[in-house]
């Protein structure tokens, strides 16, 4: 799989993990990635960035709102956890 991302982007890559350079004519346009051998979170980094970097402005808008609604929930839940196990470890106490 080719992801495209400007040139500072697809260097961070390659220099983070086993990426492919891929080059068209004398400019380096992508990440070439073979994805069984890729981490997931690694590719999901690059899917983000490169979506942001190349979508529409009104979706990309729409996009990064979603992602910030996606984070504020992932510290709900993960507050709630912690709440949950205080809880737990309060009841074994007593």
């Not at 009104?58 to 949950?84: F, G, N």
């Amino acid at each position: 799989m080719n992801v495209m991302l400007d040139e500072g982007g697809i260097l961070t890559a390659i220099d983070s993990a086993p990426p492919a350079q891929v080059w068209w004519g004398k400019r380096l346009a992508a990440v070439g990635l073979t994805l069984s051998l890729v981490d997931r979170q690694f590719l999901d980094d690059l899917l983000r960035d490169a979506w942001e970097l190349n979508a529409p402005r009104r979706l990309r808008t729409r996009s990064l709102q979603s992602t910030a609604q996606e984070k504020q929930y992932e510290e709900q839940d993960k507050q709630q956890e912690e709440e949950l196990a205080d809880e737990d470890s309060s009841a074994k106490r007593k």
